[in-house]
């Protein structure tokens, strides 16, 4: 176990990595793919955050704005007032906060109202003011591979040696990231499932998450409820993934993910207890 430790560094963003870090998604929007609208009102988002740390969540991942394919771009200012009430309330009562955001006017304010951590999709490339931001505040940062945007990455997915150009794009991001000043000790990498990749290439991503861990920074893995989940488990709906999106997330962690980004807080938590134990 924790064989993540032997390459990526031993802490990020103030936690010891010897265990996998446990992220929960909450989406204070009207149409993600899996959860939307049952958290757009400010006092039900509050309390699935707390429900998510008081089962175990290490961070609370906070999104405004719907990246599943073919969604359209939200404006920051409504980014922004989706997601401020709820980072305020649990970050001011203790809990560390993400906020999952392209744009570097929701991450200002977003760390203005104590966000610790930074998690872009786009990896810093869809609004040219993010990197310095970042690099002026020193927050840690996740870094997700994609190719095009939420609208048109479903077309961009065709690839003639997956791993070797994913790999080299998001070493790409990384070094943009760098160049802008971004200490390197903040960074970590996701190799995005689901983004501008199709069913069974995530698979193939998957297995060979151990290479990624070749490029030094802390693995975040996102794979709950998504798509690819459906399809291995035989057609089942979103809502309903949350078994099958466990046992994707300790492959995973056997594999040297050290953040896993999950719905089900409780489930994964209690889960990785037991396959440690046994481990
Ligand atoms: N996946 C989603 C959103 N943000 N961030 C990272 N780092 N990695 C991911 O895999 C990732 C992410 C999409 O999932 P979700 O938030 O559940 O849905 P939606 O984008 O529809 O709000």
């Not at 176990?1 to 010897?18: Q, Y």
């Not at 966000?115 to 490339?125: C, E, G, K, Q």
Request: hydrophobic share 50%; glycine share 10%.
């Amino acid at each position: 176990m924790a064989d993540h430790a032997d390459r990526a560094p031993a802490r990020w963003a103030g936690f010891d990595l010897s265990r996998p870090l446990v992220m929960g998604i909450l989406n204070v929007t009207p149409d993600s793919f899996s959860d939307g609208g049952r958290h757009a009102a400010p006092e039900a988002a509050i309390a699935a955050g707390w429900a998510m740390l008081e089962g175990g969540a290490d961070i609370v991942d906070i999104g405004g704005e719907s990246t599943r394919p073919g969604a359209a771009p939200v404006p920051p200012e409504e980014e922004i007032a989706r997601v401020v009430p709820a980072i305020r309330a649990l970050a001011g009562g203790g809990g560390v906060v993400s906020i999952d955001t392209r744009n570097a006017a929701t991450m200002a304010a977003a760390l203005d109202a104590g966000a610790r951590i930074v998690n872009d999709v786009s990896a810093l490339a869809h609004d040219a003011a993010a990197a310095p931001l970042l690099a002026a505040r020193g927050c840690p940062v996740v870094l997700m591979h994609m190719r095009g945007t939420p609208e048109t990455m479903n077309d961009v997915a065709d690839y003639a040696d997956l791993v070797p150009e994913i790999l080299a794009e998001l070493a790409a991001r990384r070094d943009a990231a760098l160049a802008a000043g971004i200490a390197p000790e903040a960074i970590a990498l996701d190799p995005g499932f689901g983004f501008a990749k199709r069913g069974g290439q995530n698979v193939d991503l998957l297995r060979a998450l151990r290479r990624f861990r070749d490029l030094g920074h802390p693995l975040l893995v996102g794979v709950s409820r998504k798509r690819f989940i459906g399809e291995l488990a035989g057609s089942v709906a979103p809502a309903h993934r949350d078994p099958g999106s466990i046992a994707a997330a300790l492959f995973a962690a056997s594999r040297g993910a050290a953040i896993l980004r999950v719905h089900d807080v409780a489930g994964t938590v209690q889960s990785l207890r037991v396959w440690r134990a046994l481990t």
